[in-house]
């Protein structure tokens, strides 16, 4: 049975402490993106049974970028080990983009381990977006992608949604502009010391996903499968055919698809 009442109570005067959550066996992750003057301020407890709070403070994290703002807009800890934590940043502004944080538990303390970034590389656009016309699409924006929006790490994979990764006309002479979603795969490099995650795919979603999507609004990653959203709430992006969708991807980083959406 679930008691009413309440395990533990955390109480803190960080700006809307408590904004964004996640919680494992043993950690406890609070998140306050509006602290520290937008800055953000992300807090870890672990639980100790000797105490009467049930969970204490471990470590407070904020961004290592003096530039980036909200940080923990978005965290997911990894619950396989519960010695990982991705931490998105929120820029609001499309002259930054925001950046993903991998923190990891070693020697006693979190640390930061890696920093993730977004890719416009042409390749990822050339091969999957030209499926929706007789000629590839005229991009004519990448600068507000909210890449970070979502995240989700599952032991040896990392997935970030970017709900507005790119923007752009189906032909040269067309006044439609469209709005496209992207999420990334990253799998860890377990041949180097460092253990690394590295870019695998940026998925687009393929033929199966209608355009003027927020695809990776959403994202969700565990073992094999990765869950991904793509909600279409505003005008003039949002499709007459379906007002939302879910799509299941199998994870397949190792090959050159990007996975069969079912």
Known sequence: TI????????????????????????????????????????????????????????????????T??????????????????????NQISPLTSSLVYLYQYQNGGWGEKQIFERNFDPKWI??????????????????????GHSVSIDNEIVVIGAPTDVYFYQTSGSTLLHQHGAFYVYSQDLCTLSGSYLLRSKNYGGVDIFKDNMLGYSVSVRDSKILVGSPKPYFPFSSLYISSSVTRFNKNIDESTQGAAQ
């Open 3 to 66: 008691s009413n009442t309440p395990f533990c109570f955390i109480r803190s005067s960080e700006k809307n402490f408590g904004k964004v959550v996640n919680i494992g066996n043993e950690i406890l992750v609070v998140a306050a993106p509006d602290a520290n003057n937008g800055r953000g301020k992300v807090f870890i407890y672990r639980y100790d049974d000797t105490t009467c709070e049930g969970f204490i403070l471990e470590s407070s994290l904020s961004s290592s970028d003096s």
């Open 68 to 89: 980036q703002y909200g940080f923990g807009s978005a965290i997911s800890l990894d619950k396989f080990s519960e010695n990982k934590l991705l931490i998105a940043t």
């Open 126 to 147: 050339d091969n999957q977006l030209e499926s929706f016309g007789d000629t590839p699409p005229w991009i004519i924006s990448q600068s507000f992608d909210r890449f």
